[in-house]
C-alpha cells in the first residue's frame, strides 16, 4: 500500500536517545521497583496458567501457522474482509500513513460534529500519534482505559503495551488526580478508581464518536474484534452513535474459527488470565433502533510501512505479534529501563524490531542493540516469533551499512579490528596447549589489573568488541589457579 513518496512514520519518536534514557531510567530505584513488581506479577500468573493447558506449545504452533498464512496471502484477505465488512455496512477507510490515517479520522469527526472523543485502547492510535492531531483541531479525546487516561493526565506515552502507567507507583497516581482533577489525594486504590470513574463517566454521555483499536479482523466475515477488561471500551463502542475501529494491515486472521486460537492464547500471556473480561464483536452497525450498538460503524485500514515487511520470511514474521506483552515482561533489559527508555510507543523485545522496520533504521539504530539475545521473549511469544534472528537480522543492517547512511570509514575500520580479534580468540582457544599458555598469561598479568581502569582502557584500545563490552562493565579477575592445576591436586589428594 505504501507509495515511495510515502514516509512511514512513530509519533513522539526518540529511539536514538535509548543509551542516555536507560541510563536515566537505571536510575531512578522508584521506577525499577514499580517494573520488577508488575513484571514479576505478570510473569508467575503466566506461567501458572500455561503450566494448565497441557496443549500449550500445539496451540502456539497452530497460531504461527494462522499468522504465516494470513500474512503470505495478506491482499487476498485484506480484499475478502473488505468485501464482507461493507456487505454488513461497515465503512471502510485505507491510509498509507500515520499522517493520512489522522487526516482521515478528523475529517470523520468533523463531519459527524463530535467534539468529545471517547477512546479505548488503542496502541496503533498511539503509533500514529492520533491524540495529539485531535487536540490540535480543537477536538477532545478522552483516554477511557485506565491506565491510558492516567498517561493522559500525565502528559505520557506508555510504557508497555498492555499496562500503560506500569511505571507509576500508587503515591505518583494519587498525587497526578490531586494537581490535575483538583480531588482530595487519597492512597486508597478503591478511592483512585472512583474518582477516575466518576471523571469517566460523563465522557461516555457526552462523546459523539467512539474510537477502539482492533485486536482482530475476521476476511471471512467482516467482523472485528476487540478485547478488554474494564469495560470501558464496551461503553466506547456502544454509547456514542458512531464507531471507528482502527487497525494495522497485520491485525487480519482467515476465518472465524481461527479466533479460538487467540483467544486462548492472548490473555494467558499478557496477563495470565484463562480469558479476558470482555470480548466485543463488531459486524456493521446495529440493525434496528431498539438493538445495542453505533448507528455507524467505520473502519480504518492502516499501512504505515507494514507493506514494506512483507517479502522477507525474516522481516514479515513481526507482523504476526498479537501485542500481548509477554516478552516484556521476562526481557532482562526492559526489567531494568522500562519502556520510556525505548523512546517508542513500542517498547521491549518486539518494539526494538517494529520501531526500526516502520520508522526506518536510520531513525531507530541504537533499539536492535538493546537486548542481550538471552532469548526469552522467543520462549514465550504466543505467536513464536524469533524475535533475535529479527534483532540479529536488524542489527547486520546497521552494521553493514544496508541500514542508515551514517555507517562510514570508522564503522568499517571497527569491523575489520572486530573480525581480527575474534579470529585470534578462535586461534588461542582452538587447541589445549595455546589455551593453557593464554590462561597462564593473564593470571601473571592480573596485577596490572589492580591500577583503575587499566585493563579497560588497554582493552579499548585493542578492539572495538572489547571497548564496547567494557564501556559499562567490569573484566572479570581471572582466577589465580587454573581448573587443571586444582583438578591436579584434589586427585592427588585422594
Known sequence: MNDP?????????????????????????????????VTDLFGDKRENAVAAMPEWEAMRERARRVKEETLSRLDHYLEEFVRNAEAAGVHVHFARDAAEACSAVEKLAQRFGAQTIAKSKSMTTEE??????????????????????IIQLAGETPSHIIAPAIHKTRGQIADLF????????????????????????????DADLGISGVNF????????????????ARLSTSMPRRHLGVMGIEKL?????????FLRLLPRSGTGQHLTSYQSIFT?????????????????????????LLGDWVTRQSLGCIRCGACLNVCPVYKQVGGHAYGSVYPGPIGAVITPQLAGVEKAKTLPFASSLCGACRDVCP????????LLHLRGKIVTGDGPPHVGRETRKGRFLERMTFRA??????????YRVAGWFARKLQPLGARPGLVQRVARKLSPPLGAWTAGRELRPAAPRSFRELWREQEGSR
Do not use: Y
Open 178 to 205: 490531586a494537581d490535575e482533577l483538583e480531588v482530595e489525594r487519597t492512597d486508597d486504590v478503591q478511592e483512585l478508581c472512583s474518582i477516575a470513574r466518576r471523571f469517566l463517566r460523563k465522557s461516555f454521555a
Open 128 to 149: 500514529i500519534g492520533l491524540n495529539h492531531v485531535l487536540e490540535d483541531a480543537g477536538l477532545e479525546p478522552v483516554e477511557t482505559d485506565l491506565g491510558e487516561w
Open 425 to 434: 580468540w578462535a586461534w588461542w582457544m582452538s587447541g589445549a596447549r595455546r
Open 284 to 308: 456493521g452497525p446495529k440493525a434496528s433502533p431498539d438493538d445495542e450498538g453505533p448507528d455507524e460503524v467505520h473502519v480504518l485500514i492502516l499501512d504505515n510501512g507494514r507493506s514494506a
Open 383 to 390: 505467536v513464536k516469533i524469533d524475535i533475535p534472528r529479527l
Open 253 to 261: 486472521i482467515p476465518r472465524f474459527e481461527d479466533l479460538e486460537v
Open 217 to 232: 479482523a475476521i476476511a471471512e466475515t467482516g467482523s472485528f474484534l476487540v478485547l478488554e477488561n474494564e469495560g470501558n
Open 5 to 37: 513518496g510515502t514516509e512511514p512514520r512513530i509519533a513522539h519518536l526518540a529511539a536514538n536517545d535509548f543509551p542516555e534514557l536507560a541510563k536515566r531510567a537505571l536510575d531512578d530505584s522508584t521506577l525499577r521497583g514499580a517494573l520488577h513488581h
